[in-house]
């Protein structure tokens, strides 16, 4: 789990496949993997992009979560 | 009444209240339309005969006994599969739930039940909601009314396919990243996302807890109105279900739509599409003009940032769902869904964080566009209903097609993430035969005004009455 590339959130394979081990998928279908780490590997790019761009707008407050209205739609209306 | 099963809700809610028809002779012409066209669609699950036949008998005691009816008195409703109705199974398309059958309905069907509707089937779905094709591999693919070689998209796959077949005049279905609206636009039907707490999704199994909603799919506007007036309102059983103010949806069709304005992410909506799709969205801007609408074009930077929080959010909330069938029952998903479920399993809370605090600045944005226009307008899909088997598109470049996965739900996204209303509409065909779906996204909660919209625009249209040849 320490593989964790310096330059972005972006996964090596051996990440993907700690990833993948530490969820115990792998073990159940070690086939499968190699589908499951190129999806990933498309994704990670623009989540990276997307985590860092917004880390750096700290003025931005965090959205609600299940539990609660989604996105406090409903209190904001009721 | 002939070819019972042609009228729109409105209209065989009409005439069943007037007597002029039975609601036994509207459900079973349903039902024979059910069996004439299911072997070349495959649009339900499963088809509950008897049981929709016994309502449609008290429902006639019931008129006979002097009751006026309701809104939706006697008709017949399609029900997708991962919204329960008491007694029939409920299986969202899913080989793990294959024997689930609900004692209860969901909140969803026992309004339209109150209203008068008649459940009289479970629709096909991609398995539990998470795809774009309602390709099955338990119950079978969806195939599209217009060109059974092509996709009805998903995952509401079932429900807009019934409801253009003429099998049921109205269909409940569920949207989390588009699930109602490109089914919608490919099968050539109307389609609408409530805003996010607007309806219940009590019963409902969830895809993504935050992004889930149940909305209607029928012919007209004018039905999804209807559909409106019996769905919208809080129920304290679900915990997201806001308590707003519910309009009056259907009396707000009456409202002209005279100087409302649509506003054009032309640098979003028209890039990247087939032309066709783009050809259509833009005479539909000036169909909308010529009913007094005012078109104007805004320039939103953040639509074009919203993949990869979307997916991120839609990925990793359903493997928190899945997380101990993931484990238990690996071997009883389809591959791609558990591929995608897998793969939640493996993203950082982080990102998810951060893709939530995305959806913050994403809302804001375009709450500041809806400040100065009534409703977004982009295309629904950017293309006509892919082959069966389509892995690439050609969008714009035939030397360079595109993953059709990537960009199915490049529109849909937008309100999804947002937690905003979306509504799909027929507005034209492709050179291919093909219906294409423009999608009108509004402010929270006014669901009425962007049905107000679609429905002055199929005042002025006909592409809502063509059907397809099956």
């Known amino acids: ?78 | 009444v002939s070819d019972p099963h042609e009228l729109t809700a409105e209209a065989a809610a009409a005439a069943v209240r007037a007597r002029e028809l039975s609601p036994v002779e509207l459900t079973q012409a349903c039902l024979d339309r059910v069996a004439a066209v299911e072997d070349a669609v495959n649009a339900f699950i499963s088809v509950d005969a008897d049981g929709a036949l016994a309502a449609a008998r008290a429902s006639e005691r019931r008129l006979a006994a002097g009751a006026a009816g309701g809104p939706l008195e006697g008709v017949p409703l399609a029900v997708k599969d991962n919204i329960d109705v008491r007694g029939l199974r409920a299986t969202a398309g899913s080989r793990i739930l294959a024997d689930r059958v609900p004692d209860a309905d969901a909140a969803s069907v026992a309004r339209l039940r109150a209203a008068g509707a008649i459940p009289i089937g479970k629709a096909n779905m991609h398995e539990f909601a998470w795809g774009g094709t309602t390709i099955n591999p338990h119950y079978g693919t969806t195939r599209n009314p217009w060109d059974r070689e092509r996709l009805a998209a998903g995952s509401s796959g079932g429900s807009g396919a019934a409801v253009a077949a003429r099998a049921a005049p109205i269909a409940l279905g569920t949207d989390t990243g588009g699930s109602i609206r490109l089914p919608a636009a490919a099968c050539g039907v109307v389609g609408l996302r409530p805003t996010i707490g607007r309806v219940s999704t009590q019963g409902t199994i969830p895809c993504a807890w935050t992004m889930d909603t149940v909305g209607p799919l029928a012919r007209t506007a004018a039905d999804c109105a209807l559909l409106m007036d019996a769905l919208a309102g809080h129920d304290p059983r679900d915990p997201g279900a806001a308590d707003a103010p519910v309009p009056a949806h259907r009396a707000a069709l009456e409202q002209s739509v005279e100087g409302l304005v649509v506003a054009l992410p032309a640098g979003f909506a028209l890039a990247r599409v087939q032309p066709d799709v783009a050809a259509a969205v833009r005479t539909a801007l000036g169909v909308l003009e010529s009913v007094g609408v005012q078109v104007v074009e805004v320039e939103i930077p953040e639509l074009h940032d919203v993949r990869a929080p979307w997916l991120l959010i839609h990925t990793a909330e359903p493997s928190a769902y899945h997380a101990e069938w993931l484990r238990t029952r690996p071997e009883d998903y389809g591959d791609d869904v558990r591929a995608l479920l897998e793969a939640g399993e493996t993203l950082r809370a982080v990102d998810y964080l951060q893709a939530q605090r995305f959806r913050t600045l994403l809302r804001a944005r375009l709450l500041d566009a809806l400040r100065g226009a009534d409703a977004l307008l982009t295309p629904t899909m950017p293309f006509t209903a892919p082959a069966l088997d389509a892995e690439t598109i050609v969008l714009e470049d035939p030397a360079a097609p595109a993953v059709m996965l990537e960009h199915i739900a490049r529109y849909t996204a937008v309100p999804s993430t947002a937690g905003l209303p979306g509504l799909s509409v027929p507005c034209g065909f492709g050179g291919d035969g093909l219906p294409i779906g423009m999608q009108l996204i509004g402010r929270p909660f006014e669901e009425d005004l962007l049905l107000r919209l679609a429905h002055a625009y199929q005042q002025a249209t006909d592409h809502h009455l063509r059907a397809p040849a099956l």
């Not at chain 1, 090596?12 to 589908?35: Q, Y």
């Not at chain 1, 499951?36 to 994704?43: N, S």
């Open chain 1, 1 to 78: 789990m320490s593989a964790m590339r310096s330059d972005a959130t972006l996964p090596d394979d051996a990440t993907v496949d700690a990833l993948v081990r530490f969820a115990g998928l792998g073990e159940l279908a070690p086939e499968r993997t190699a589908g499951l780490a190129e999806w990933l590997r498309g994704l990670m790019p623009e989540i990276a992009d997307t985590s860092a761009r917004m880390a750096a707008q700290r003025e931005i407050p965090p959205a609600s979560v299940y539990g609660q209205p989604p996105l406090g739609l409903g209190r904001e209306r009721a």
